[in-house]
């Protein structure tokens, strides 16, 4: 074997995790113990290799540049990205949440991206959309029954040591709740019921009551809306007269009835 | 009435009644669905009252409409032109699962070359999803290939654009980054007989793989036995491995390491051939 470039060997060195980033001069060097032909005749003895680095040229000692994995820059998630102020229409139904997460990525090919939802500050960019919902962290965003309108997109700001991300919330808000009946006239069944419970003498039919809204997301040129959605099982009910009167038709006279609902029914008792 | 049964949404009634369609079958349609998340389930409940039974539902997608990128690799080596971004998709509303039927998301990788050439060159590099509820992908090559685009008069700047292609078309595409090829250096050859040891010029992070490659000129010689002391610095660097190229035509060297002086010391022979 002869020439220029005869390739011999290849050393692998694993750079130490726990020093400073920077540059290493001096690391490495080799000494050639010795280069001999097959006649016997040794050509080269005990001379330093030369070494190829960053610096290029010829050079006796080795470097290399130790850097540490820095953030290139951060990402905002917020899985479910659209929801409905539940709370605006009941507040029973509780404050609605919307999960939020915010990742720095860093410059070390096939690193993981780091969670920095703990660390980094959230916060509205346009401060009024606290109208729609409240950021007291990078993690969550609630929707409750103080917030008083909708949007069609709520931009949230997530900063860490300068960088910044942002992610978009749409938001649905109730009005114009109204409730209907499938029956509202409803006929006696029984004129001298002698049983127990709510209806101690007269017994009506009774009939399903709906309560519908509308949804609205926004305003001005980003106005969304829907309408006639069905929340029947989101509004708390009452009863209309608990223990008052109302009009009877049908000959039985009046002020001796009442209304009231019981579940999704509206029920009448004599 | 009819609404999700899980990932709380709501289910938006065309109407507060229901159809009869058979005996016992009801029809309730829904004029819009608000769903809290990409599927879940229905469940249909009769004057108030529950069943056990729902059906599970997925929401349709939207088209992303808005892509975002930033580069983990933002100057590459000649000999370490691994590239990776991580890219965001959204549609428009701001959500971040998007429709996949005949999407493609890549990187575009351009510029002009430095010197007297000024030719324009590009390269593309693929993504792949790795969080689908997230629009997240991960665009990776382990090495862009464009090892003639270096200079040796100074670094390279490059653009790196994330584009959404939906079947062949660009529908949108993410603000620039820049992208850098570091200045390469002259290589070093050897001028009389001796040895070379190539070292990684690319900068490295802790835990990374510092190499070595060790090149001989014989000169007018042959080479039937050679060998070699390598030093390192054990406070930052720890061996690891030691590889014979085979093409050289040598035995296994006989290989000694002190790892508290820090010394490799190798010797081989040149390999017998026995018939």
Same mark, same amino acid.
């Given at each position: 074997m002869s020439g220029?470039?005869? &390739? %011999?060997?290849t050393a692998r060195f694993t750079v130490v995790s726990n020093i400073a980033a920077g540059t290493y001069v001096g690391v490495t060097g080799a000494t050639v113990r010795d280069m001999v032909n097959r006649g016997g005749f040794k050509y080269v003895s005990n001379s330093a290799a030369t070494i190829s680095d960053f610096?290029?040229?010829? /050079? /006796? #000692?080795?470097?290399?540049?130790?850097?540490?994995?820095?953030?290139?820059? %951060?990402?905002?998630v917020a899985r479910t990205a659209e929801t409905i102020n539940y709370a605006a229409i009941n507040s029973n139904n509780g404050d609605t949440t919307v999960t939020m997460e915010v990742y720095a990525v860093t410059s070390q090919f096939g690193s993981s991206d780091t969670t920095v939802t703990s660390s980094a500050s959230c916060s509205l960019a346009v401060p009024t959309d606290s109208e729609v919902l409240t950021v007291s962290s990078c993690s969550t965003a609630k929707l409750s029954s103080s917030h008083?309108?909708?949007s069609a997109g709520v931009n949230v700001i997530a900063t860490l040591n300068g960088q910044q991300a942002s992610l978009t919330l749409r938001v649905w808000f109730p009005s114009a709740i109204s409730v209907t009946v499938d029956d509202s006239d409803l006929g006696v069944l029984v004129t001298s019921n002698s049983g127990s419970g709510q209806c101690s003498s007269n017994l009506f039919q009774s &009939? /399903?009551?709906?309560?519908?809204?509308? %949804?609205?997301?926004?305003?001005?040129?980003?106005?969304l809306q829907v309408s006639g959605v069905d929340v029947t099982s989101l509004v708390q009910w009452f009863s209309i007269s608990s223990g008052g009167s109302?009009?009877? &038709?049908?000959?039985?006279?009046?002020?001796?009835?009442?209304?009231?609902? #019981?579940?999704?029914h509206l029920e009448m008792c004599g | 009435m009819m609404a999700p049964a899980s990932a709380r949404g709501l289910g938006l009634a065309s109407g507060a009644g229901s159809s009869r369609v058979a005996v016992g079958q009801w029809s309730q349609?829904?004029?819009?669905?608000?769903s809290g998340a990409s599927s879940g389930a229905v469940a249909a409940s009769v004057e108030g009252v529950s069943f056990g039974s729902s059906a599970s539902y997925s929401a349709a997608s939207s088209r992303a409409t808005q892509i975002s990128m930033l580069v983990k690799t933002p100057v590459l080596y000649a000999d370490d032109q691994r590239f990776q971004a991580r890219v965001q998709l959204r549609d428009s509303t701001g959500r971040p699962v998007v429709d996949q039927t005949s999407l493609t998301v890549l990187v575009s990788v351009s510029g002009v070359l430095i010197g007297s050439s000024g030719q324009s060159v590009s390269t593309t590099v693929g993504c792949s999803f790795t969080d689908s509820a997230?629009?997240?992908?991960?665009? =990776? =090559? =382990? =090495?862009?290939?464009?090892g003639s685009w270096f200079s040796t008069l100074s670094d390279q700047p490059l653009t790196a654009t994330a584009q959404v292609v939906y079947s062949s078309t660009v529908t949108a595409q993410s603000t620039s980054s820049v992208l850098t090829l570091n200045q390469t250096v002259a290589s070093v050859s050897l001028s009389s007989?001796?040895?070379l040891i190539s070292l990684n010029r690319a900068p490295l992070f802790g835990g990374n793989t510092l190499i070595a490659t060790v090149t001989a000129n014989t000169g007018s010689f042959d080479l039937s036995t050679w060998g070699l002391n390598i030093n390192y610095d054990t406070s930052v660097l720890q061996f690891v491995s030691l590889t014979l190229d085979n093409t050289a035509g040598f035995d296994a060297p006989v290989v000694n390491s002190d790892t508290t002086l820090g010394v490799v010391s190798m010797v081989a022979l040149q390999r017998v051939e026995r018939r």
């Open positions: 220029n470039g005869v &390739s %011999l060997v610096r290029g040229g010829a /050079q /006796q #000692q080795g470097l290399f540049i130790k850097r540490n994995a820095a953030n290139v820059g %951060l990402y905002a008083v309108r909708g &009939s /399903q009551v709906w309560a519908l809204c509308d %949804l609205s997301a926004g305003s001005g040129g980003g106005f109302v009009s009877i &038709s049908g000959g039985l006279g009046s002020g001796s009835s009442r209304a009231f609902v #019981q579940g999704t | 349609g829904f004029g819009a669905f608000v997230a629009g997240l992908l991960l665009c =990776s =090559s =382990s =090495s862009l290939g464009v007989e001796g040895m």
